[in-house]
């Protein structure tokens, strides 16, 4: 079974300060790439996602994740957060099932400090 | 509605008791999911409807949880006889359907406290 693991759990940064947040998944096959966001009392949100063509996928809010095929990876980048960037962040993978059965990292809390 | 609607909002329910969470999808959304979200932890997948039919039901944990889409709109997730590690956040989710291009519209979530 596919499995994703998110290696950052909290993340601190000032305004303006890039943001690299980690993501590898396990499985040997096809799969499709998401990033979820959750904002404080708010519900999950698509950042952005993957599925095929170019590795390179920009999201909302400036937000843009390279799926890396080889290293089983799909890291989220920014170049400058800010501070209602803070929010917990969600990778997560599907396999092409037929349906849109994500499987989910166990999430970073990202603090932006002003 | 606009979203995805969850009700309730909280839940406390007392060890032994039964409890019913509601979801109402967007309209005309054809799938829905139900995701278990433990405190600290990523959602984890229960079970999957496709309009009535419930087509995978692999992640309910126990025979304690039932769930079910009798007019392929509204759903409820049953918990029987609930016990303390029942207690998180159970979200719903629903797509159009049809196409894995699709993305999913998550409610806010029922937060279930066990006592």
């Known amino acids: 079974a596919q499995s994703v693991s998110q290696h950052n759990h909290h993340v601190i940064l000032s305004e303006a300060a890039s943001l690299e947040l980690g993501c590898n998944y396990s499985y040997g096959g096809t799969v499709n790439l998401f990033w979820y966001v959750q904002y404080p009392g708010q519900h999950l949100q698509l950042l952005l996602k993957?599925?095929?063509?170019?590795?390179l996928v920009k999201g909302i809010k400036g937000f843009e994740a390279e799926f890396i095929k080889s290293k089983f990876s799909f890291n989220l980048r920014k170049p400058s957060v800010q501070w209602s960037d803070t929010a917990e962040y969600f990778c997560?993978?599907?396999?092409?099932?037929?349906?849109?059965?994500?499987?989910f990292g166990t999430g970073t809390r990202l603090l932006v400090s002003p | 509605g606009a979203g995805v609607s969850q009700s309730p909002r909280y839940k406390v329910a007392k060890r032994g008791q039964d409890v019913a969470l509601r979801c109402d999808p967007i309209?005309?959304?054809?799938?829905l999911f139900w995701y278990q979200q433990a405190l600290g932890q990523g959602p984890e997948f229960l079970t999957y409807f496709q309009n009535e039919a419930q087509l995978d039901k692999s992640g309910l944990p126990s025979d304690r949880f039932f769930a079910e889409r009798p007019e392929g709109s509204v759903s409820t997730l049953k918990i029987q006889r609930t016990q303390q590690e029942d207690s998180a956040v159970y979200l719903c989710a629903s797509f159009v359907g049809g196409s894995t291009n699709e993305k999913l519209f998550f409610g806010s979530g029922t937060q279930l406290s066990v006592l």
């Open positions: 309209s005309g959304h054809v799938s």
């Open positions: 993957y599925f095929s063509g170019d590795p």
């Open positions: 997560a993978v599907t396999t092409n099932t037929g349906f849109q059965k994500l499987v």
